[in-house]
């Protein structure tokens, strides 16, 4: 699919707010500029395509790491601490001319989003970044406010980060909403990820940072360098590690690690003598679904039923995606009755919400139970009791939730 097909394909409230972000945006950094009028000098020149080589250096020593390679699947590839730096060394008109150029050199270098996105992205940023600049830029005199020493100054730098990583997040909260949930599922998820703030905090501290350094000695710059270095592993922890704990399209754990999860909080139940369940949840005729509406929409009712389930379970309880359209959720402190309620609200729920879909869809559930007590009791054996009640709904009609008889641990 093209750039073109891409961006036709969204949404038209996301086009109408893309072609109204582009122009604001522009707007934005000359409105908010430091400076009474577009002013250029040889330094400041200088000062943009250091920031602008700076962050190839970032990106290379990031592709590095990755063995060559890029991930689509990073929030900013600690991108953000350019402009942060240059909203606190340029007038702000400069923003739009280097945040470009480090977004185009990133995508040349293996950023593989779809392109409006990108764009937006970018666009975010200098939003942010002019933002953040009222604070720390450069004043009608041309002098740099948070060069001036004592805790003031600090808090000022500090106020600026808090300010930049604020409309950052806003902005791309909006995205997360105007677009389609489908299509929105990693952003959403990172968006609601603590650690994402926390990580692109220390990016903006580096980027305030290596401002700091430039504008009293510029070649100390360089050993901030190392610091970049870590900066991309840090970057990069995240989503790998995400990656190989969580599905892509749903944001629910992969088997393994539900397994893994699953093993150690069922440990902690049995000390304590606490009776537990297992669902399984299973999309009724889901490859007739497939065939009528495609593996796009295929897609959009599984991320849609995940979220179905996830809203009727549980902060406590371990939900993952089982396979194509197969479900599984642990239900700590739960007995036989309870699970059985559970299973049936899920069941419920998914055929009534699902009818926003082009075709609304059903589940079968099958609920396994395990009675309190300090005797281990095999997750394998639970599994394979659940999967037999899945089998037992299915062969009920489907739409249906059947019950295994509550296991004792022997």
Known sequence: MTALREFTAAPLRVRVWVYAVVPLTIALSLLLSTWPSPTFSSKDLFTAAALVIGSVLNIEIGRLFEGGRVDQQRPHKALSAWPMAATMLLPSFYLVPIVALVYAHARWRGVRVALWKWVISACYLVCAAATAGLLVGLDANGELPFQRSGPAAMLLVLAAVV??????????????????????????ATLADPAFYLTEAGVLC?????ALVGA?????????????????????????????TRDAKTGLLHFNAWQRQASEEIRRLKVAGQPWAVLFADIDNFRFYNERHGHLGGDEAIHLVAEIITARVRPKDVTARFGGEEFCVLLPDTTPATAELVAERIRLAIAKETSALPESVTVSIGVASVEGGRTSMELAIVLALADEALYAAKQAGRNTVRLRASVVPS
């Open 163 to 188: 300010v930049f990583l604020a409309v950052e997040a806003a902005l791309l909260a909006v995205s997360s909403r105007l677009n389609t949930p489908a299509d929105e599922v990693w952003l959403r």
């Open 206 to 210: 580096i980027g305030a940072l290596t």
């Open 216 to 244: 009293s000695e510029p070649w100390f710059v360089f050993l901030l360098i190392p610091a970049y270095g870590f900066l991309q592993m840090s970057v990069l922890h995240r989503p790998l590690q995400e990656l190989a």
